[in-house]
């Protein structure tokens, strides 16, 4: 499991995920998606089978691409608030996925967790990176933590975070 010297302040611990959490999944994936569906003219039961059909081939295309990842249920005091899916390269540490609950986003939770991963990296002495929609509102975030944009990937930009070590007593950089 990743750390959680930052998110453990906001009561924040992890899970292996199962598929008695497709259905909570289902439901972050659309609260994720909401605003573009509020620009569609489509029924709610059209809007459904839209995203039951876009998170069945994410979730699936995830799988098949990341089989060694972790797959993480975010828990706030024990309820599901989010997913995390990170998957531990040899040379680079990648978010595959991250989402909150709207009502855990905005509060720091996002923040403590990426510093944390960010933590985890650096003391591997690797880069973490993740796959951004450029209209994605935690772009700000992402940018106030130090992540730069490695690759342009149309609708996405790849970005990375050099993670520098921090120094421990006796055991400085050079």
């Known amino acids: 499991m990743p750390p959680r010297p930052n998110a453990r302040g906001f009561g924040i611990g992890y899970r292996a995920l199962d598929d008695r959490d497709l259905p909570f999944l289902t439901a972050l994936y659309r609260s994720t998606r909401e605003s573009e ?3 569609t003219p489509w029924s709610e039961e059209q809007k459904q089978a839209f995203i039951a059909m876009q998170f069945e081939a994410q979730h699936r295309h995830y799988r098949e691409h990341y089989p060694e990842a972790l797959w993480l249920i975010v828990e706030r005091n024990g309820r599901a608030v989010g997913r995390l899916y990170l998957e531990r390269w040899s040379n680079e540490h990648r978010i ?3 989402a909150l609950v709207p009502k855990a986003r905005g509060c720091g ?4 967790i990426l510093q944390d991963l960010i933590g985890e990296a650096a003391a591997a ?16 975030l992402y940018r106030r933590l130090g ?7 149309g609708v996405y930009d790849l970005l990375e975070h050099p993670c520098t070590p921090t ?8």
């Not at 939770?109 to 403590?112: C, K, R, T, V």
């Not at 992540?147 to 990937?153: P, Q, S």
């Open 147 to 153: 992540f730069e944009k490695r690759e342009d990937k």
């Open 109 to 112: 939770i996002g923040n403590a």
């Open 167 to 174: 120094p421990r007593a006796g055991n400085a950089i050079r």
């Open 96 to 98: 595959i996925d991250i």
């Open 37 to 39: 569906l509020a620009r």
């Open 125 to 140: 002495g690797k880069s973490l990176s993740i796959h951004v929609e450029k209209e994605n509102p935690a772009m700000r």
